[in-house]
C-alpha cells in the first residue's frame, strides 16, 4: 500500500503563524523617519491668458448636458418598468432594470469625473 505521510493540522497552523510572523518582522523594518518623495509637480495648472471663461463656459454646459441626459435616462428607464409591469410586457420591465442600473452606473462615473477634473485643474498648488 502506498501511504502519503501529511504533516499534522497543528504543524501547518505553527509554521504558517512563524512564516507570518517573520513577514511582519520584515515589513516593519523601515526606519520611522524615511524621507518621503515629493511626487507632485511644482508647476500649477494654468490656462492661456483669455481662455479661462470660454473653458468655464463649455465645462458649465456639458456638466448640465450631461445631467439633463442622466434625468431624462432615469425617468425613461422608470416608466419602462412601469408600463412592463402594468401591460404585462417582460422585456420592457427587464429593459427598464437594466436601464436604471446603468443611470446610477453612469451618475456615480459622472460624479468621479468631476472630482478627478477638479482635482487637475483646481484653484491653487497642493
Known sequence: MNRQR?????????????????????????????????????????APPGVQVFADQVTAWVKWGVLALIGVAAVVSLGSVLV????????????????????VMVAITYTVILVILDSITGSGCT
Do not use: D
Open 84 to 103: 412592463g409591469r402594468l401591460f404585462s410586457h417582460p422585456h420592457a420591465s427587464r429593459f427598464g432594470a437594466m436601464g436604471v442600473a446603468v443611470v
Open 6 to 46: 501529511t504533516a499534522p493540522a497543528a504543524v501547518r497552523a505553527a509554521s504558517t503563524v512563524a512564516l507570518v510572523a517573520a513577514g511582519l518582522i520584515v515589513l516593519t523594518a523601515w526606519p520611522a523617519n524615511a524621507a518621503q518623495v515629493e511626487l507632485g509637480a511644482a508647476v500649477c495648472p494654468e
